[in-house]
């Protein structure tokens, strides 16, 4: 009630079972989001309600970068924030902003991993760990490490529309 916009949230629940890769796969179930590039296209940009999206926020915080074609297994989460979001951020875009929301170190061990193979040679291996350094659980770490593979040639046939 307090935010004069439409907040739509893409879970890690969602991400995880979609099995999303890159941003366009995740954002395709946010409505009034649609991608302005393929999904596998270098840069990946985005319309927000028929506008232009061309403010990204990790964390909350402006990003800056150049590359727009950002990396999921570090990402709890995606939020899209919809309408002008110069009420709430003092500048943006007419449509909306997307804001990642990184994984941060958990203070309970867990590991999780996760092997995949797909069309186009696609073949996946991720594991991600956290968990506590120390006894009284003050200090703790997150390591993600995530190996994809896809052959060069099914990349240059899938962005031809050729199989």
Known sequence: MDVPQSV???????????RAV??????????GASAAQPAYSPFQSY?????????????GLLDIGLDRT???GNIERIEVLKDPASMLYGGGDAGGIINYVTKKPQDVQQLHALASLGNYDYKQ??????????????????????LQMVHPSSIASRTAGTS
């Open 125 to 146: 291996l991720l594991v991600d760990t956290t968990g506590p350094v120390n006894a009284s659980r003050s200090v703790t770490y997150r390591l993600i490490a995530d």
């Open 70 to 72: 950002y990396w999921l």
């Open 22 to 31: 890159v941003p366009n796969e995740a954002l395709r179930n946010v409505s």
């Open 47 to 59: 319309n927000l309600r028929g506008f232009a999206a061309n403010n990204f926020y990790t964390d």
């Open 8 to 18: 739509e949230v893409v879970p890690q629940k969602l991400l995880d079972e979609q």
